[in-house]
C-alpha cells in the first residue's frame, strides 16, 4: 500500500488476543507491505474467469502433523493471524495470497492453452501458466443431414479484380477456392494467385478472401460474410507452373478473421509427408454455372459438395495420356475422380475446390449411400485438409469418371506452419 503522512494503525485479529501494529509514515509516499498479494493477471477477451474465496491450505494434512509436532501451538496460532490478515480490503487488481482462480474459454469454439486452474502463492506469483484460448480447428458447430446442405466454414471465396468483357469496367469476379487454416491464413493453389504459366503473383490488392460464404449470391449470407483483404501472397518456393509441381500458396489476411459458427480453420494434416492410406474424402467447391449471374433458388446458388475415390497413380497417368495429355504425378500430388456413392457432381477441374475427410477415420461411412450415413461423417470431432484442386482436363464435359489432380497438403505442412505465424 501507499501510505499517506498520518499515523497508521493496522489491527491484527489473533486467537485470544488483539495486537496493534502502529507505523509512522514519513512526508513522502512509501510502500509498505501488505503481507502476501498477488496483482490479478491479464487475460484476454476470449477467456472467462471465476474468482474463488480466500482458502487457506488445510491444517489437517499429514504433512502438517508432522510440522506442527515440533513447533510449540503458540507458533501455530500466530501462523494463522498472519493469513487472517491478508482478509484486509485490498485495492482493484490485487489478490490475497491462496486465493484461486479458474479460467474456461469464453466460447465452444476454442480450446484452452494454460493452466485452467491458478493461484496466489506467498511468493506474490501465481502458480500454473498463463491461459490463452485459441480456436478448435475442423469442427462443424452446424450439422446438416445432406452434403449438399452442409456448410463447410472453412471453405473460402477467391476474389480477383478483372475487366468485365460485357461493361468493360474492372469487377470482383469469384475464381477458385481455398482453405481457411487460421485466423491469419488461407491456403489457396498456387496458379490461382499467380499469373498464367509464370511464378509472379497478381497484386494483393487485386485479391479478396470472402469467408462464411455458401450461396454465390452474397445477398443470401450477407450477414455471415467477412471480406479480408490479403496483406501478403507466399508461393512455395518449389512451385512450377508448367508441370504444377508444388501448387501451393499462403495468403495472409490484413485482419483476423472473425470465429463464427460460419468461420472458422480447418485443421492440418498431424504430421508433414506421411503415407496417405485413406481410399475416399470430401471435396466441395463453387458450380461451374454462371458464377456472376446466379439463377433465383436453385442449386446451381451453393457450394457443391461429393465423394471422390483417391486412384491409383499410374492409372491416373495413363488416362491422361490416352487424353494426349501427358503428365507425371509427383510426390507432392494426389488423383482422384468422383466415387459412384457420390450423388452430387462436382467439377473440380473447371471451379476449383478443397478437399478434406474426418480426422483419424478411416471413412467407415462412405460404405453405404452417402444420404444415409452424412450425418454419422458429419458428427465426426475434428476435419483436416487433405488436398486444393490444382488442373485436370476436358473441361467442357465435366464427365465424373475423368481424374482431377490435388495438391498434397501433407508434403507442406512445416512450410504451412511456418509461415502462419
Not at 477477451?45 to 488445510?58: A, E, I, N, Y
Not at 486452474?117 to 446438416?144: A, D, E, M
Request: net charge positive; hydrophobic share 35%.
Amino acid at each position: 500500500y501507499l501510505l499517506h503522512k498520518s499515523k497508521c494503525h493496522l489491527a491484527v485479529q489473533t486467537p485470544g488476543s488483539l495486537l496493534m501494529v502502529t507505523a509512522s509514515c514519513s512526508t513522502r509516499m512509501e510502500t509498505l507491505p501488505l503481507w502476501f498479494t498477488c496483482r490479478e493477471p491479464k487475460i484476454s477477451k476470449l477467456v472467462r474467469q471465476t474468482v474463488l474465496k480466500h482458502q487457506p491450505p488445510s491444517r489437517k494434512s499429514p504433512l502438517h502433523r508432522v510440522y506442527s509436532f515440533y513447533q510449540p501451538s503458540s507458533a501455530e496460532g500466530v501462523r494463522t493471524g498472519s493469513v487472517a490478515t491478508a482478509l484486509a480490503e485490498l485495492p482493484p487488481g490485487f489478490h490475497h495470497q491462496y486465493t484461486i482462480i479458474e479460467y474456461e474459454c469464453a466460447s465452444p469454439l476454442y480450446q484452452s492453452s494454460g493452466s485452467t486452474r491458478r493461484t496466489c502463492l506467498r511468493t506474490g506469483r501465481w502458480s500454473g501458466r498463463h491461459l490463452s484460448c485459441s480456436p478448435v480447428c475442423g469442427k462443424l458447430s452446424v450439422n446438416s443431414l445432406s452434403l449438399t446442405q452442409t456448410r463447410w466454414p472453412w471453405h473460402t471465396a477467391i476474389y480477383h479484380h478483372l475487366p468485365d468483357y460485357h461493361s468493360h469496367e474492372q469487377t470482383w469476379q469469384l475464381v477458385c477456392s481455398g482453405a481457411l487454416v487460421s485466423q491469419h491464413t488461407a491456403l489457396v493453389p498456387a496458379h490461382c494467385v499467380t499469373e498464367p504459366g509464370q511464378r509472379e503473383t497478381v497484386q494483393t490488392s487485386d485479391l479478396r478472401v470472402v469467408l462464411g460464404k455458401h450461396h454465390i449470391s452474397d445477398l443470401r449470407d450477407s450477414k455471415r460474410l467477412q471480406h479480408m483483404q490479403v496483406s501478403e501472397i507466399l508461393v512455395h518456393p518449389s512451385y512450377d507452373p508448367n508441370t504444377f509441381n508444388s501448387d501451393i500458396a499462403i495468403l495472409k489476411l490484413l485482419d483476423k478473421a472473425r470465429i463464427t459458427e460460419f468461420v472458422f480453420p480447418v485443421c492440418l494434416p498431424h504430421v508433414q509427408g506421411g503415407e496417405v492410406t485413406t481410399k475416399q474424402a470430401y471435396i466441395t467447391g463453387w458450380p461451374a454455372a454462371d458464377l456472376h449471374n446466379p439463377s433465383p433458388d436453385t442449386d446451381s446458388e451453393v457450394a457443391h459438395t461429393g465423394v471422390i475415390e483417391l486412384g491409383n497413380v499410374a492409372q491416373c497417368e495413363r488416362q491422361y495420356a490416352q487424353q494426349g495429355v501427358p503428365i507425371s504425378i509427383t510426390d507432392n500430388m494426389l488423383c482422384g475422380r468422383q466415387h459412384p456413392i457420390s450423388s452430387t457432381i462436382v467439377c473440380p477441374a473447371k471451379t476449383g475446390g478443397i478437399v478434406f475427410l474426418p480426422s483419424d477415420s478411416q471413412m467407415r461411412s462412405m460404405s453405404l449411400p452417402e444420404h444415409r450415413r452424412v450425418e454419422e461423417a458429419v458428427s465426426e470431432p475434428s476435419w483436416k485438409l487433405l488436398g486444393l484442386v490444382s488442373f485436370g482436363y476436358n473441361l467442357q464435359s465435366c464427365n465424373p469418371g475423368l481424374f482431377t489432380v490435388y495438391t498434397r497438403v501433407a508434403n507442406f505442412k512445416n512450410w504451412i506452419e511456418r509461415n502462419s505465424k
